[in-house]
């Protein structure tokens, strides 16, 4: 299985980190545009995908094969396009099991085989902002923030507390220091529109601007 990709060292790091089955072939290309010029493929992947018009036509080009997008904050409603999102925000690639959307019922189905073939566990997720986990990680961060922001305690502090009371695998400024801030603010802010609830912290704010 042949599936050409297009994405920085630090994916390529991230995939590599995952056991496929022998025969999956990932060819790297730096370029979008080496996406149309390379041999027909069996799946292709964008990892560095941006809600750009120009950009999103040139994928299309690309159907009926699978097309795999690193789409976080955008849903597939709002792209317009039958591609099947994941969540590879950093370091998400390494976990055991992908987090995946798909536009309706029936591109829904074209799912399994695809991740079959590359030995890739997958959780079929709603198409909404943040997915499911993204929108978790960002409201656990955004809660250290306001408590740090309180003076509650420190960043440190709270990541070991984190770490230690509640098992999680890091802390939330770990978690935001690895996802990036700016990833996590983005979503708060697109969620906060219709939730106030992810209304993001005075602090995060501070130290974007820093």
């Not at 969540?87 to 390494?94: D, E, H, I, T, Y």
């Not at 309180?150 to 709270?158: F, G, R």
């Not at 770490?163 to 990833?183: A, D, M, V």
């Amino acid at each position: 299985m042949k599936v050409v990709v297009i994405g920085g060292a630090g994916f390529q790091e991230e995939l590599k980190a995952r056991s496929t089955k022998a025969g999956v072939q990932w060819i790297w290309v730096d370029k979008l545009e080496e996406l149309n010029e390379t041999a027909v493929a069996d799946c292709y992947l964008d990892l560095g995908f941006i809600v750009d018009q120009q950009r999103i036509n040139r994928l299309a080009l690309l159907l009926p094969s699978p097309v795999l997008i690193n789409a976080v904050l955008p849903t597939l409603k709002e792209i317009g396009q039958p591609f099947i999102r994941i969540n590879a925000w950093p370091g998400f690639l390494k976990r055991p099991v992908a987090e995946v959307a798909a536009l309706n019922q029936e591109e829904e189905k074209k799912i399994q085989p695809l991740f079959d073939s590359l030995d890739w566990p997958f959780q079929l997720v709603p198409d909404i902002a943040g997915m499911i986990s993204a929108r978790v990680i960002s409201m656990i961060v955004n809660e250290a923030y306001f408590t740090f922001e309180a003076q509650t305690s420190t960043k440190d502090e709270i990541d070991i507390a984190m770490r230690l009371g509640t098992n999680y695998p890091k802390g939330p400024f770990e978690w935001s220091r690895e996802i990036g801030l700016k990833n996590i603010f983005d979503l708060l802010m697109h969620l906060s529109r219709s939730d106030k609830r992810y209304r993001p912290s005075g602090a995060i704010e501070l130290e974007l601007k820093k």
